[in-house]
């Protein structure tokens, strides 16, 4: 008995991206489901406002840094020929943030990347990655870093 491919209704993908080369593999990931399924992949980088500022100050190095994280995941999806999108945002908490685009979009899926950590020899999910697993009212895909890869990386 054949089963449908769960993968083919993804067709919006959103990744958070922080630059690290597991958000990377994790837009790599998204951009192959979005192929199979002929969809697209949103790539959101938030930069959190300290509270202590105003939540539209002007953060001219975070902003910059995080246009050079979105055009690498752009060029990424680019090089696989996946349509891609990229958008900045600033916000009080980056699970909120990501959580509300992602039901804004009406995005079909979370692609999170995490990395795997040394030397305690275990996988160390952050905030967001069990902020979003918690509350996250579509799927979400976790990709978590290969143990050789991570070590290659000096994690």
């Known amino acids: 008995m054949a089963t449908a491919d769960p993968l083919t209704g993804l067709r919006l993908l ?8 597991a958000s990377l593999a994790a837009v ?6 979005a192929k199979r399924s002929r969809g697209h992949v949103l790539v959101v980088h938030v930069i959190e406002v300290p509270r202590a500022l105003q ?5 001219v190095v975070e902003a910059a840094g995080g246009e050079q994280i979105l055009r690498r995941a752009e060029q990424l999806a680019a090089s696989m020929d996946v349509r891609c999108e990229g958008e900045l945002l600033q916000a009080r908490d980056a699970g909120h943030a990501v959580l509300d685009e992602a039901v804004e979009r009406k995005a079909d899926a979370i692609v999170l990347g995490i990395s795997y950590r040394k030397p305690y020899a ?17 799927n979400v895909i976790l990709w978590r870093q290969p143990i050789e890869a991570s070590e290659s990386e000096g994690m």
């Not at 790599?28 to 489901?33: D, G, K, N, V, Y």
């Not at 275990?122 to 579509?138: D, P, S």
């Open 14 to 21: 959103l990744v958070p991206v922080d630059g690290s080369p």
């Open 28 to 33: 790599e990931l998204a951009c192959t489901i």
């Open 55 to 59: 939540l539209d100050a002007e953060l």
């Open 122 to 138: 275990e996988v160390e999910m952050g905030r967001l990655t069990q902020y979003i697993l918690k509350n996250a009212r579509c």
